[in-house]
């Protein structure tokens, strides 16, 4: 027996309009100033990340290793010969991790504030999902239920009424 869940209805908060971040004179931006001299980390980052993310990189990357396997004879295979590769490897890895965290928490509150302005500017979105990264586990999944509710709603109609979808 298939239960029926009532559709909820969007609800819109009153939103303030929003900020205008342009600079009042574009030769001297306030906002700019002190980022630009304290970003030399996410700068570095988004460089890394670009250069790293290429198939030429990679390209070197693989002949280091080929290097590496090829000088295993001519060092006896010792352990120094392996540590350098492990000692190498491991340090390139661990500040790849900071590099390529700091590039996806960018990239990701770049994608929430955008997907934000969509929300704010659609009169028919539920403004209340606005920063629903901040949520929590259980309001989130409270959240995942009622849409699954409505897309099965959806799928429900469509099944009784073909051609009305």
């Known amino acids: 027996m298939v239960t029926s869940h009532p559709v909820p209805t969007p609800v819109r908060l009153p939103l303030p309009e929003p900020v205008d971040v342009a600079p009042s004179h574009p030769a001297r931006d306030p906002l700019r100033e002190p980022r630009e001299r304290r970003d030399w980390f996410r700068r570095f980052a988004h460089a890394t990340a670009e250069?790293?993310?290429?198939?030429?990189?990679?390209?070197?990357?693989?002949?280091?290793?080929?290097?590496?396997?090829?000088?295993?004879?001519?060092?006896?295979?010792?352990?120094?010969?392996?540590?350098?590769?492990?000692?190498?490897?491991?340090?390139?890895?661990?500040?790849?991790?900071?590099?390529?965290?700091?590039?996806?928490?960018?990239?990701a509150h770049a994608v929430?504030?955008?997907?934000?302005?969509?929300?704010?500017?659609?009169?028919?979105?539920?403004?209340?999902?606005?920063?629903l990264e901040d949520l929590s586990d259980p309001e989130l999944q409270r959240l995942q239920a009622e849409f699954e509710a409505m897309r099965e709603h959806v799928v429900r109609a469509r099944r009784e009424n073909p051609k009305e979808h």
């Open 51 to 107: 250069t790293t993310g290429r198939a030429q990189t990679f390209v070197v990357a693989l002949l280091v290793i080929l290097v590496w396997a090829v000088s295993g004879p001519v060092f006896h295979f010792s352990d120094t010969w392996q540590l350098v590769i492990n000692t190498g490897t491991t340090i390139v890895t661990f500040l790849m991790v900071f590099l390529i965290q700091n590039t996806q928490n960018r990239d």
């Open 112 to 131: 929430h504030l955008k997907l934000d302005e969509l929300i704010r500017a659609n009169r028919r979105a539920r403004n209340a999902l606005i920063d």
